[in-house]
């Protein structure tokens, strides 16, 4: 009998990583407590600042699991093709997302046809250029890949 690969638990995440000018560099620092997979820490440093994850949105941060972790950016210098992000401001986004929560099997009915998928919630956080921090979660539900028919 073969045996079933198991992607790696952790509690403690570390990136560095390039950006675009003035900030070149970034380092993410992210550590859960061992018993509850609840956030303790976020450390990020863009360029030269220190960016300040709030209490509140790092008490949202319940069973997160390291193992989805994203780090995107969106950062345009073209003068002659300005950027607008979806949250309305013109400049430098940093985009941490990850997978949270309990496991749940979601379900859906479109023209008569039901389908479901397994998984968790999904939240991104969101740094602007000015320091602004944002948080945004999708349940499962209300995601649009991976969704499945089913067929009994």
Same mark, same amino acid.
């Given at each position: 009998?073969?045996?079933?690969? /198991? ?7 570390? $990136? %560095?990583?390039?950006?675009?000018? +003035?900030?070149?560099?970034?380092? @993410? ?9 609840? /956030? ?7 360029? $030269? %600042?220190?960016?300040?994850?709030? +209490?509140?949105?790092?008490?949202? @941060? ?91």
């Amino acid at each position: 009998m073969a045996s079933v690969a /198991v992607p790696v638990h952790s509690h403690k995440y570390y $990136s %560095e990583g390039v950006l675009p000018e +003035p900030y070149v560099t970034y380092s @993410l620092n992210i550590e859960l407590d061992v018993e509850t997979d609840d /956030v303790l820490t976020i450390e990020l440093q863009r360029g $030269s %600042e220190a960016i300040a994850i709030p +209490p509140n949105i790092i008490a949202q @941060l319940k069973n997160v699991d390291l193992g989805t972790i994203q780090i995107t950016h969106e950062m345009h210098r073209s003068p002659e093709r300005p950027a607008y992000s979806r949250h309305g401001e013109t400049g430098d986004w940093f985009h941490i997302s990850f997978n949270l929560g309990k496991k749940y099997r979601a379900e859906k009915v479109e023209k008569g046809v039901g389908y479901f998928k397994w998984g968790k919630d999904k939240v991104e956080i969101t740094i602007i250029k000015n320091k602004t921090v944002t948080i945004r979660r999708r349940s499962l539900d209300k995601s649009f890949e991976y969704w499945s028919k089913k067929t009994w």
